[in-house]
């Protein structure tokens, strides 16, 4: 039970989570771009189609006349897309739709598999008809954590010791489920 458990709070968990991709295999997507890692002023992007001599050339031409873009590396061995740039004139969200508009595509690649997104499908469903039974009162991840915090209540005070799962770890799910850890 503990397992199954532990497996459904991954799930729920990842659901917030960005899904790295592999380099150097082929892609079940090869015409969309999957933004791979960003952080200020870089960005490494992967596609297919940055394989292609043609396209990693037209996008450094055009690229590289946009002021704020001060490098773009093309790595036709691994379909990747590393661009340096100056995060105060280029914003991050219009280099991608950049790439995206000269290569002809408008999709990135999707963040989840397929089973993923029926997951999620019906837990905003059940979600959704949980906030209307309740009138708003209560969302899954809310009956999620209060139910994992009296489990601990109990499992406290019936053994009166740090059981497996122990209290603290159904305290943490509880904490992590509950949204409290987010620094939005």
Known sequence: ???????????????????????????????????????????????????????????????????????????????????????????????????QKLMGTNETSPQQGTIMQEVKTGYDAVNAALLDRTGGAVDVNTMLAGTLAALAVKQFVLTRSLGVPSPMTLFYWAFLISGLSRTE
């Open 1 to 99: 039970m503990h397992i199954i458990t532990g497996l459904l709070l991954s799930a729920l968990a990842s659901r917030t989570m960005d899904r790295k991709g592999k380099t150097g295999r082929a892609s079940a997507f090869p015409n969309r771009i999957h933004v791979a890692h960003t952080m200020q002023g870089r960005i490494r992007m992967y596609c297919d189609r940055f394989r292609e001599d043609r396209v990693t050339s037209v996008l450094q031409e055009q690229l590289s006349q946009i002021q704020g873009i001060h490098s773009l590396e093309g790595n036709q061995r691994t379909g990747s897309l590393l661009i340096h740039y100056n995060p105060e004139q280029v914003k991050e969200e219009l280099l991608i739709a950049a790439v």
